[in-house]
C-alpha cells in the first residue's frame, strides 16, 4: 500500500474528499516520514504539531460535515521561515529573530489556512534567503534527500527537501534570484515563481522588494497550479499587489504543445552548464518540437550581464531592508552606551557572514559618488534586459533553460567562494530582475542519480502558457523517481 | 576597474560593529563581487533609462477605511525593552 506521505497534492485531495483517508491519517503520515527523515535532512526549523493537529481535525469536521471545503483542505503545507506566522516563531534562519513571535499572519499564509490547509511547520533557509544551499542558516545546513552528503539548493532548500521526501504534500517558499526554482532542481520537485505582484507578499519579511516573489513548491505542475490558485490574487495590504484580473493558471494544463513558439536561450546554454544538465535539457526540446512545438535558437545578449546587475540591485535593497533589524522592536539586543552602539553591536552579532557581506556591498553599491557607477548602471541594464525579453516575446510564447547549470553540489563544495555560490543561480536571475513567471520541472536523473531541472519563462502574467509547457514536460520527462530518503523506514 | 573600498566607513554607515580582522576579511570578498559587478559599467547604456521596479506602475490607491490594527500588547511583547506602550532605547542625545 502506498505509504499517503507519498501521495501527490491531487491524489491527497481526491482520496480526502472522497472519504478514503482523513486529514489526520494524512498528517500522522507525514509526521512519521518527518520523523525518519529529519535527523538527517533537517528540512524544518520548527514541526507545529499542536497547530497542525488542531488544523487536522478541523479539516475532518469541515470534509465530514458538508461544510464547503477547498482542494487545500487537510493539505499538509510547509512555509519557509521567512514567511511570518501569527504566535508562532520566524527567524528567518536569523540569530537576529531567534524567538521572534509575529503578531500577524503573513496574506499568504492567512490565506492557505482559510483554505483549510494545515501548516506542518517552518522550513529551514538561507539566512534572509541569501544564497543557494541552505548554508547559511544560523541553525544548520539542510540535506538533500537524494544524497544527504549535497546541499537541497537554496535558500528555500528546508521547503524543497520536505516536499522531496514527503515530510509535507507542498510547501511554500520566496525566490529572489532563484529561490524557488533552483531548490526544486537540484531536489527532483516543481518550483515556481509567479509574476511580481500576482502574490501578495504582506508578511514575507523582506530581502530585495524588487526581486521578492512567494511561490509554490510541489511534486507536480497542476498541484502547484493548485497552490497558486489559493494565494494568489491582490491584496490591498501591498502596494506592490496586482491589482488587475488574474491570469487562468489551470485553463492551459493538458492542451500539449502543438503550435506552441518555444525559445531556446543562447546565453543560458553552452559554456557554464554542465553536460548532462545540457544533455537533458536538449532531450527535451527535441521532444517538444516532437510534440508539435515551432523552436527556435534566440539570443538574448544582455543576459550576459544579469548576475552582475543582480548582484548590485539585490544588495543594494537587502541593505535598506536589513536597516530594520537594529534591536528596538524585536529580536536580539547587545549592549551599547548609546542608540548608534546598541544598534551597531546587535546587528554585528545578529547577522551572520552572508548577510553581513550583502550589507556592506549594498551600503557601498549606495553610497554617495558610487550610486550612478553601481547601482544606476545596474538598473539601467535592468531595463536592457527587460528590452530583451520583451523582443524575444515578440518571436516565441516562452523561453526555456535549464534551472541550475550543475546538479545538487556537496556540502562545503561552495561555501568559501561567494562569486562560485552566486553562479548557481545564473539562470534564474534573469526572470526576477524582469519580474517574469518561470518554473523549474524536474526532467530525469544525472549518473549521480541527482535530478536535472528544466526550466520554462513566460511573459509578465502569462502563467497560462507557462503552465500548458510546464504539463506537457512533465508529461514527457514521466519523472517518477523518488529520493533514496524518502524510502526510508523507521526500523532501519 | 580595480575596487578599492573604504570597508570601515561603509561598516560605520551599515551600523556594523566588526572587528579588523572582520573588516579585512570583508573588503576583499567585496572587492571580488565588485570587480564582477563593475562589469555592468562595460555596457553601453546612454539614453536608457534604469529600471527601478518591474512592473513600471506608479501610484497604488486604496479606499481610507478604518480596519483592525496590529494589537498593541502583542507588538511589545517582541520588544527587547520597554516602557509601558513604549520601545525603550539607550539615549540618543547626550544630557544638556
Redesign the interface.
Given at each position: 500500500m502506498t505509504d499517503l506521505a507519498d501521495l501527490t497534492l491531487s491524489e491527497a485531495t481526491s482520496g480526502l474528499q472522497g472519504g478514503e483517508m482523513t486529514a489526520v491519517e494524512l498528517l500522522e503520515a507525514v509526521h512519521r516520514r518527518a520523523t525518519m527523515t529529519e535527523a538527517q535532512l533537517h528540512a524544518y526549523l520548527n514541526i507545529d504539531r499542536p497547530g497542525a493537529a488542531r488544523a487536522a481535525v478541523a479539516a475532518d469536521s469541515a470534509l465530514g460535515n458538508g461544510a464547503a471545503v477547498s482542494k487545500l483542505t487537510g493539505i499538509p503545507v510547509a512555509l519557509k521561515d521567512n514567511l511570518v506566522t501569527r504566535g508562532l516563531e520566524t527567524t528567518c534562519s536569523s540569530k537576529i529573530l531567534a524567538g521572534?513571535?509575529p503578531?500577524?499572519d503573513a496574506t499568504v499564509v492567512g490565506r492557505l489556512r482559510e483554505a483549510g490547509s494545515v501548516i506542518v511547520g517552518k522550513t529551514n533557509l538561507d539566512e534572509f534567503a541569501m544564497g543557494s544551499s541552505t548554508e547559511n542558516s544560523a541553525y544548520g545546513t539542510s540535506r538533500n534527500p537524494w544524497d544527504p552528503d549535497r546541499v537541497p539548493g537554496g535558500s528555500s532548500g528546508g521547503s524543497a527537501a520536505a516536499v522531496a521526501v514527503g515530510s509535507a504534500l507542498a510547501a511554500l517558499g520566496s525566490d529572489t534570484g532563484g529561490s524557488i526554482r533552483q531548490p526544486a532542481s537540484l531536489c527532483g520537485i516543481v518550483g515556481m515563481k509567479p509574476t511580481?505582484?500576482l502574490v501578495s507578499r504582506y508578511g514575507l519579511i523582506a530581502f530585495a522588494s524588487?526581486l521578492d516573489q512567494i511561490g509554490p513548491l510541489t511534486r507536480t505542475v497542476p498541484d502547484s497550479v493548485t497552490v497558486l490558485e489559493a494565494i494568489g490574487g491582490y491584496d490591498?495590504a501591498d502596494?506592490?499587489?496586482?491589482?488587475g484580473k488574474v491570469p487562468d493558471f489551470r485553463a492551459g494544463l493538458g492542451r500539449g504543445v502543438a503550435g506552441v513558439r518555444i525559445g531556446v536561450v543562447s546565453e543560458l546554454s553552452g559554456e557554464g552548464i554542465d553536460p548532462q544538465v545540457q544533455a537533458a535539457v536538449a532531450r527535451m526540446v527535441t521532444s517538444l518540437e516532437g510534440e508539435g512545438a515551432r523552436v527556435t535558437e534566440l539570443s538574448l545578449p544582455?543576459f550576459e550581464?544579469a548576475?552582475?546587475?543582480y548582484?548590485?540591485i539585490a544588495p543594494a535593497e537587502c541593505?535598506a531592508n536589513l536597516?530594520r533589524f537594529?534591536?528596538?522592536?524585536?529580536?536580539?539586543?547587545r549592549h551599547?552606551?548609546?542608540?548608534?552602539?546598541?544598534?551597531?553591536?546587535t546587528?554585528?552579532e545578529g547577522?551572520g557572514p552572508e548577510v553581513?557581506?550583502r550589507?556592506?556591498?549594498g551600503?557601498?553599491?549606495l553610497?554617495a559618488g558610487y550610486y550612478d557607477?553601481?547601482y544606476?548602471?545596474?538598473?539601467?541594464?535592468?531595463?536592457?534586459i527587460?528590452n530583451d525579453f520583451d523582443s524575444a516575446y515578440g518571436q516565441v510564447d516562452v523561453l526555456v533553460s535549464p534551472t541550475s547549470p550543475t546538479t545538487a553540489f556537496e556540502v562545503g563544495a561552495r561555501a568559501t567562494d561567494?562569486?562560485a555560490m552566486?553562479m548557481s543561480d545564473v539562470c534564474t536571475i534573469p526572470s526576477n530582475?524582469?519580474?517574469?513567471p518561470a518554473i523549474s520541472v524536474p526532467v530525469g536523473l544525472d549518473d549521480a542519480g541527482l535530478p536535472i531541472g528544466f526550466q520554462v519563462m513566460a511573459p509578465?502574467l502569462g502563467e497560462e502558457v507557462l503552465f500548458q509547457v510546464a504539463a506537457e514536460v512533465e508529461r514527457i520527462a514521466g519523472f517518477s523517481d523518488r529520493p533514496a530518503l524518502a524510502n526510508s523506514r523507521a526500523d532501519i | 576597474m580595480p575596487i578599492d573600498i573604504d570597508i570601515a566607513k561603509v561598516a560605520r554607515l551599515a551600523r556594523l560593529a566588526l572587528s579588523d580582522e572582520e573588516l579585512d576579511l570583508y573588503r576583499a570578498q567585496c572587492e571580488v563581487v565588485l570587480e564582477h559587478a563593475a562589469l555592468v559599467q562595460a555596457l553601453p547604456t546612454e539614453g536608457v533609462e534604469p529600471t527601478s521596479h518591474p512592473l513600471r506602475r506608479t501610484n497604488a490607491f486604496r479606499e481610507d477605511v478604518v480596519t483592525e490594527c496590529l494589537d498593541t500588547e502583542e507588538v511589545l511583547a517582541q520588544a527587547p525593552d520597554r516602557d509601558g506602550n513604549y520601545f525603550l532605547v539607550p539615549p540618543i542625545l547626550e544630557e544638556p
Amino acid at each position: 500500500m502506498t505509504d499517503l506521505a507519498d501521495l501527490t497534492l491531487s491524489e491527497a485531495t481526491s482520496g480526502l474528499q472522497g472519504g478514503e483517508m482523513t486529514a489526520v491519517e494524512l498528517l500522522e503520515a507525514v509526521h512519521r516520514r518527518a520523523t525518519m527523515t529529519e535527523a538527517q535532512l533537517h528540512a524544518y526549523l520548527n514541526i507545529d504539531r499542536p497547530g497542525a493537529a488542531r488544523a487536522a481535525v478541523a479539516a475532518d469536521s469541515a470534509l465530514g460535515n458538508g461544510a464547503a471545503v477547498s482542494k487545500l483542505t487537510g493539505i499538509p503545507v510547509a512555509l519557509k521561515d521567512n514567511l511570518v506566522t501569527r504566535g508562532l516563531e520566524t527567524t528567518c534562519s536569523s540569530k537576529i529573530l531567534a524567538g521572534y513571535l509575529p503578531p500577524y499572519d503573513a496574506t499568504v499564509v492567512g490565506r492557505l489556512r482559510e483554505a483549510g490547509s494545515v501548516i506542518v511547520g517552518k522550513t529551514n533557509l538561507d539566512e534572509f534567503a541569501m544564497g543557494s544551499s541552505t548554508e547559511n542558516s544560523a541553525y544548520g545546513t539542510s540535506r538533500n534527500p537524494w544524497d544527504p552528503d549535497r546541499v537541497p539548493g537554496g535558500s528555500s532548500g528546508g521547503s524543497a527537501a520536505a516536499v522531496a521526501v514527503g515530510s509535507a504534500l507542498a510547501a511554500l517558499g520566496s525566490d529572489t534570484g532563484g529561490s524557488i526554482r533552483q531548490p526544486a532542481s537540484l531536489c527532483g520537485i516543481v518550483g515556481m515563481k509567479p509574476t511580481y505582484g500576482l502574490v501578495s507578499r504582506y508578511g514575507l519579511i523582506a530581502f530585495a522588494s524588487s526581486l521578492d516573489q512567494i511561490g509554490p513548491l510541489t511534486r507536480t505542475v497542476p498541484d502547484s497550479v493548485t497552490v497558486l490558485e489559493a494565494i494568489g490574487g491582490y491584496d490591498p495590504a501591498d502596494s506592490t499587489s496586482h491589482p488587475g484580473k488574474v491570469p487562468d493558471f489551470r485553463a492551459g494544463l493538458g492542451r500539449g504543445v502543438a503550435g506552441v513558439r518555444i525559445g531556446v536561450v543562447s546565453e543560458l546554454s553552452g559554456e557554464g552548464i554542465d553536460p548532462q544538465v545540457q544533455a537533458a535539457v536538449a532531450r527535451m526540446v527535441t521532444s517538444l518540437e516532437g510534440e508539435g512545438a515551432r523552436v527556435t535558437e534566440l539570443s538574448l545578449p544582455s543576459f550576459e550581464y544579469a548576475l552582475s546587475a543582480y548582484y548590485l540591485i539585490a544588495p543594494a535593497e537587502c541593505s535598506a531592508n536589513l536597516a530594520r533589524f537594529d534591536g528596538v522592536r524585536y529580536g536580539l539586543r547587545r549592549h551599547g552606551d548609546t542608540v548608534e552602539e546598541m544598534m551597531a553591536n546587535t546587528r554585528a552579532e545578529g547577522f551572520g557572514p552572508e548577510v553581513t557581506r550583502r550589507i556592506l556591498l549594498g551600503t557601498y553599491a549606495l553610497s554617495a559618488g558610487y550610486y550612478d557607477a553601481f547601482y544606476g548602471q545596474a538598473q539601467r541594464v535592468r531595463t536592457l534586459i527587460l528590452n530583451d525579453f520583451d523582443s524575444a516575446y515578440g518571436q516565441v510564447d516562452v523561453l526555456v533553460s535549464p534551472t541550475s547549470p550543475t546538479t545538487a553540489f556537496e556540502v562545503g563544495a561552495r561555501a568559501t567562494d561567494p562569486l562560485a555560490m552566486y553562479m548557481s543561480d545564473v539562470c534564474t536571475i534573469p526572470s526576477n530582475l524582469s519580474g517574469h513567471p518561470a518554473i523549474s520541472v524536474p526532467v530525469g536523473l544525472d549518473d549521480a542519480g541527482l535530478p536535472i531541472g528544466f526550466q520554462v519563462m513566460a511573459p509578465a502574467l502569462g502563467e497560462e502558457v507557462l503552465f500548458q509547457v510546464a504539463a506537457e514536460v512533465e508529461r514527457i520527462a514521466g519523472f517518477s523517481d523518488r529520493p533514496a530518503l524518502a524510502n526510508s523506514r523507521a526500523d532501519i | 576597474m580595480p575596487i578599492d573600498i573604504d570597508i570601515a566607513k561603509v561598516a560605520r554607515l551599515a551600523r556594523l560593529a566588526l572587528s579588523d580582522e572582520e573588516l579585512d576579511l570583508y573588503r576583499a570578498q567585496c572587492e571580488v563581487v565588485l570587480e564582477h559587478a563593475a562589469l555592468v559599467q562595460a555596457l553601453p547604456t546612454e539614453g536608457v533609462e534604469p529600471t527601478s521596479h518591474p512592473l513600471r506602475r506608479t501610484n497604488a490607491f486604496r479606499e481610507d477605511v478604518v480596519t483592525e490594527c496590529l494589537d498593541t500588547e502583542e507588538v511589545l511583547a517582541q520588544a527587547p525593552d520597554r516602557d509601558g506602550n513604549y520601545f525603550l532605547v539607550p539615549p540618543i542625545l547626550e544630557e544638556p
